[in-house]
């Protein structure tokens, strides 16, 4: 795949950081996905494919998203208890990069959630953009058959799922490791901690793609998480249209 400009240093290492409250249900959905991506991987790379890890950060959990989780060995697992998904999801890459040293230019992070699921190709399109001298992937969300027929409705008519889009999804990120960290990781706060990496990451001036290709299913239920993520999000689209008013679809986080 090219991007365009000169070809980057080529990315060894990938870690992939799943933030999870309570997600006993969807998690499977989420790290059989993650299987079969990180498979994609050594199929396409050959002989040298990066090394990838994964670890799921259990923040609050109150469930059995625990023993979902170690039903995955390939997986790590941690636990939190600060009750904020920018703290996850800082925790979770903190973990799998303990030292400075790890945050190089051919080390690479990749964000979802539990109640997401990536396509086959989530991975391999990240690491043929960062070959292309990408520093930042912001990727699509499409909502599964939780969100009812009129929901959906209301969530195509105010997104467009094409190359170039404007939106930013926590579930939906790869990000060069290094300029992760200049951008000063992600912040400790229940919401928005993408949209404010993404800002950080673009004041910077870093080279980023915002493309279509690899769509993430994730939940469309109305009652999550997290008091800013999607499901309040769909939660607004629903009451404003009611209203004649819709929230802006370019700042919608995960």
Same mark, same amino acid.
Request: hydrophobic share 45%; net charge negative.
């Given at each position: 795949?090219?991007?365009?400009?000169?070809?980057?240093?080529?990315?060894?290492? $990938?870690?992939? !950081?799943?933030?999870?409250?309570?997600?006993?249900?969807?998690?499977?959905?989420?790290? &059989?996905?993650? /299987?079969?991506? !990180?498979?994609?991987?050594?199929?396409?790379?050959?002989?040298?494919?990066? =090394? +990838?890890? $994964?670890?799921? =950060?259990?923040?609050?959990?109150?469930?059995?998203? &625990?023993? =979902?989780?170690?039903?995955?060995?390939?997986?790590?697992? %941690?636990?939190?208890?600060?009750?904020?998904?920018?703290?996850?999801?800082?925790?979770?890459?903190?973990?799998?990069?303990?030292?400075?040293?790890?945050?190089?230019?051919?080390?690479? %992070?990749?964000?979802?959630?539990?109640?997401?699921?990536?396509?086959?190709? #989530?991975? /391999?399109?990240? *690491?043929?953009?960062?070959?292309?001298?990408?520093?930042?992937?912001?990727? /699509? !969300?499409?909502?599964?058959? @939780?969100?009812?027929?009129?929901?959906?409705?209301? #969530?195509?008519?105010?997104?467009?799922? !094409?190359?170039?889009?404007?939106?930013?999804?926590?579930?939906? *990120?790869? $990000?060069?490791?290094?300029?992760?960290?200049?951008?000063?990781?992600?912040?400790?706060?229940?919401?928005?901690?993408? =949209?404010? *990496?993404?800002?950080?990451?673009? @004041?910077?001036?870093?080279?980023?793609?915002? /493309?279509?290709? +690899?769509?993430?299913?994730?939940?469309?239920?109305?009652?999550?998480?997290?008091?800013?993520?999607? &499901?309040?999000?769909?939660?607004?689209?629903?009451?404003?249209?009611?209203?004649?008013?819709?929230?802006?679809?370019?700042?919608?986080?995960?």
């Amino acid at each position: 795949m090219t991007v365009g400009g000169a070809v980057g240093e080529a990315i060894d290492r $990938v870690v992939v !950081v799943v933030p999870a409250r309570d997600e006993e249900e969807l998690l499977p959905r989420c790290l &059989a996905a993650l /299987t079969v991506a !990180v498979g994609e991987v050594a199929r396409v790379a050959g002989e040298a494919p990066p =090394v +990838i890890e $994964v670890v799921v =950060v259990l923040d609050r959990c109150s469930d059995g998203t &625990a023993e =979902v989780a170690a039903d995955w060995p390939a997986f790590a697992s %941690i636990s939190t208890d600060g009750g904020g998904v920018g703290l996850a999801r800082r925790a979770g890459a903190r973990h799998l990069l303990p030292t400075l040293t790890h945050f190089s230019t051919a080390t690479w %992070i990749a964000t979802t959630d539990a109640d997401s699921a990536v396509p086959p190709n #989530w991975l /391999t399109a990240q *690491l043929a953009f960062a070959r292309n001298s990408v520093d930042l992937v912001l990727g /699509t !969300v499409v909502p599964d058959d @939780r969100l009812s027929d009129g929901g959906r409705e209301l #969530w195509d008519a105010a997104h467009r799922l !094409v190359e170039g889009h404007p939106h930013v999804h926590g579930a939906n *990120l790869g $990000v060069r490791a290094d300029r992760y960290l200049q951008a000063g990781e992600f912040a400790l706060v229940d919401g928005n901690e993408d =949209v404010r *990496l993404v800002s950080a990451l673009r @004041r910077l001036g870093v080279s980023e793609i915002r /493309t279509e290709l +690899i769509p993430v299913l994730t939940s469309g239920r109305l009652a999550g998480r997290a008091p800013a993520g999607f &499901a309040g999000y769909l939660r607004d689209q629903a009451a404003g249209a009611r209203v004649g008013v819709l929230p802006d679809a370019a700042d919608v986080s995960l």
